[in-house]
C-alpha cells in the first residue's frame, strides 16, 4: 500500500516507481483521502484514508491494512510519516513491512534547526543560521544574503523567501512575525548557485548497511521548478547573477555525480539513516553545504527509478524476498526533464 498517492508528492512518486519495477509485478493498493483522486486508475485497489490528523486516521489505516493483506507500508506525504513512526509498533506487530527511518532522525531532520545544529555537532558544513526571538536578534546577522523558511517540516520550499539586506529582512519580520515569541521561522545564509544545488538520495537497508547513492544535479529554469528568483545585488559576485530558491519539483541531470555523493553518504551514516533519506544542498568550492534532509523517499523517487536506481523496489526485494543487493550497483545517467500533464476525472457531463 501507498498512501498519499494524490497531489504529485512523494506518495505518487514511490507508486510511478513501484510500476516501473523490473522483475517483480506488485499489487498496489492507493490510499488517499481525495475519493476522486486521479491516481486511483493507476492501481490494482483503491482505498479512501481520513486526513493524517483525523483520530481515527490510524484505525482506519490498519483496518485496510488488514483487509488487503498489505505487505509493505509506504508514507505519501508527511504528516503521515510523523503518525506512521508514532504507531510503528502497531503496524509492525501485524507483519507489515514499514520502511521509515528511526523516529530520532525523522524528528531531528523534520526540525531544520535541529538538523543545521546536528550537522555543525558531528563536523559537517551547513550555511550559518539563527532562529530570530527579537529584533536585537536580526541585528546581529551580517551575512546577506538570507533565506527565511520554516524551521518545521519540509518539503516543496512552501513559506521560502530570500532577504538581500535588512531592510528586506525587517520587512519579512514584520510580514512573518520573525521576532515574535515562538516564532517558528529559521533564517539561513543563501549559499552557492543555482546550477551547484543538487538533490541526493541515500539509501540504507533497515539494519543501516549502506546500498547505495545518487544525485539529480538540478536544471533551475522554469516556474515548475522555481519558487523565487530575483536579481542579485548584494556585490557577492560569487553568488552568481541571480538569487533563487528552488520548488519542490526537481529535475536535470541523474547520475552518480560521485564527489558530491561521497560527502552526503557520510552524513547519512553519521545521522543513523535507514531506508530512503534526501539530502537537498549546494556544492560549493568542493564541500556540501547542506540546507535540508528531508527522512524519507524524494520527489525524485521515479525519476531516479528510470535510470534503473528504483528504491522503493530494492527495499522490497532486500527485506520482504531475501534478495542479495550489490552495494553501490550500477545505474544509468540520464538527464530527465518533468513538465505538466492534463487528467481528465469522471464521467463525461453533457450541458
Not at 526540525?111 to 543545521?116: G, L, P, R, S
Not at 524551521?151 to 535588512?166: E, L, P, T
Not at 523517499?297 to 534503473?308: D, H, K, L, P, Q
Request: a neutral charge; aromatic letters at 8%.
Amino acid at each position: 500500500m501507498v498512501t498519499a498517492i494524490g497531489g504529485g508528492g512523494h506518495g505518487e512518486q514511490i507508486l510511478k516507481a513501484l510500476k516501473l519495477a523490473k522483475g517483480h509485478r506488485y499489487r498496489i493498493i492507493g490510499a488517499d483521502a481525495n475519493p476522486d483522486c486521479p491516481q486511483f486508475d493507476w492501481v490494482d485497489e483503491r482505498a479512501q484514508l481520513p486526513l493524517a490528523s483525523d483520530p481515527d486516521y490510524v484505525s482506519v489505516l490498519l483496518d485496510a491494512c488488514d483487509r488487503f493483506g498489505v505487505k509493505a507500508l509506504f508514507h505519501g506525504c508527511e504528516p503521515e510519516l510523523k503518525k506512521f513512526s508514532a504507531n510503528r509498533h502497531l503496524i509492525e506487530g501485524r507483519g507489515i513491512f514499514l520502511p521509515i527511518n528511526p523516529a530520532a532522525v525523522i524528528e531531528t531532520c523534520m526540525n531544520k534547526e535541529d538538523t543545521n545544529r546536528r550537522l555543525s555537532a558531528l563536523g559537517f558544513d551547513a550555511p550559518r543560521y539563527m532562529r530570530a526571538s527579537s529584533r536585537d536578534d536580526l541585528r546581529k546577522i551580517d551575512w546577506f544574503p538570507v533565506v527565511v523558511k520554516p524551521s518545521v517540516g519540509g518539503g516543496g520550499s512552501a513559506n521560502v523567501y530570500i532577504a538581500q539586506n535588512m531592510t528586506e529582512l525587517s520587512g519579512l519580520a514584520d510580514y512573518l512575525g520573525l521576532a515574535a515569541a515562538g516564532s517558528n521561522f529559521l533564517i539561513q545564509e543563501y549559499v552557492g548557485t543555482p546550477d551547484s544545488e543538487y538533490t541526493v538520495g541515500v539509501l540504507h537497508d533497515m539494519d543501516g548497511n549502506y546500498i547505495n547513492s545518487i544525485a539529480v544535479r538540478r536544471m533551475l529554469s522554469g516556474q515548475l521548478n522555481i519558487r523565487m528568483s530575483v536579481p542579485n545585488r548584494t556585490g557577492r559576485s560569487e553568488l552568481g547573477a541571480t538569487l533563487v530558491i528552488s520548488s519542490g519539483v526537481s529535475h536535470g541531470h541523474v547520475g552518480r555525480h560521485a564527489e558530491v555523493t561521497r560527502q552526503c553518504k557520510e552524513i547519512a551514516r553519521a545521522f543513523g539513516c535507514r531506508g530512503a533519506t534526501n539530502i537537498q544542498c549546494r556544492f560549493v568550492d568542493g564541500r556540501v553545504k547542506v540546507f535540508e534532509i528531508n527522512p524519507r523517499f524524494s520527489g525524485t523517487t521515479s525519476i531516479r527509478a528510470m535510470v534503473g536506481y528504483n528504491e522503493p523496489d530494492v527495499l522490497i526485494r532486500k527485506h520482504i524476498f531475501g534478495n542479495d543487493i550489490l552495494v553501490d550497483f550500477e545505474y544509468e545517467e540520464a538527464v530527465i526533464l518533468r513538465n505538466l500533464t492534463e487528467m481528465r476525472v469522471g464521467a463525461t457531463r453533457r450541458s
